[in-house]
């Protein structure tokens, strides 16, 4: 399924500190080795993604949410699969990392 023109991806907190050449979005790496990462039609989904993994207990050290073009999104981020508008839950699993 195509991602709509307009995406919201979480950029997180970069360790040693802010590189513009470098965005590094909230992502998990799976079994496989692949790194998800999820992208939201709405600024409201991203919030309410952020409040609800805050509330079950996941920390995001988040920097900053950006609007991506959906189109490019593969293009501008190779090394990320993108989920679209995943709940905590679905993202994170079932245990938080408290």
């Not at 790194?35 to 805050?54: C, H, K, N, V």
Request: no cysteine.
């Amino acid at each position: 399924m195509p991602l709509p023109e307009r995406v919201f991806v979480i950029v997180v907190e970069a360790e040693g500190g802010r590189d513009p050449e470098r965005m590094p979005l909230l992502s998990l790496t799976d079994p496989s080795g692949t790194r998800r990462a999820p992208a939201f039609s709405s600024m409201l989904l991203a919030t309410t993604f952020l409040s609800q993994a805050q509330q079950l207990g996941y920390f995001v050290k988040l920097d900053y949410i950006f609007p991506a073009d959906g189109g490019r999104l593969a293009a501008d981020f190779p090394e990320y699969q993108v989920q679209l508008d995943p709940s905590p839950q679905a993202f994170f699993g079932d245990s938080p990392a408290v």
